[in-house]
């Protein structure tokens, strides 16, 4: 099994900023991408941003394009999702998603717990 726990959430100002952070921990040969998505009330859940095995291909949802920056730590199977210029429209649950091996047979797709940011003044 794959666990991944988040963290970082919570409520900011209009403007502010946020990390939030996700590790993967458990049977885990390779990680392939890193992801974050969201999901708003009355919303389906949506990509925000992912990441490629080597950190070298990065894809955003226009929404979010020269705010937030995603990255990862391999060393610690570890993404990040740094948020800035935070607006109200950015509130959601933040879900983590990790793809990868954990056997030559066997691939993992696992989702984080979710993590509530909420943008508000």
């Known amino acids: 099994q794959v666990q991944l726990v988040e963290s970082g959430g919570g409520l900011v100002q209009p403007g502010g900023s946020l990390r939030l952070s996700c590790t993967a921990s458990?049977?885990?040969?390779?990680?392939?991408?890193m992801g974050w998505y969201r999901q708003a009330p009355g919303n389906e859940r949506e990509l925000v941003a992912s990441?490629?095995?080597?950190?070298?291909?990065?894809n955003y949802a226009d929404s979010v394009k020269g705010r937030f920056t995603i990255s990862r730590d391999n060393a610690k199977n570890t993404v990040y999702l740094q948020m800035s210029s935070l607006k109200p429209e950015d509130t959601a649950v933040y879900y983590c998603?990790?793809?990868?091996?954990?056997?030559?047979?066997?691939?993992?797709?696992?989702w984080g717990q979710g993590t509530q940011v909420t943008v508000s003044s």
């Open positions: 998603n990790v793809r990868g091996s954990r056997s030559i047979w066997t691939s993992f797709n696992s």
């Open positions: 458990g049977s885990i040969v390779s990680i392939s991408a």
């Open positions: 990441i490629t095995s080597g950190g070298s291909i990065t």
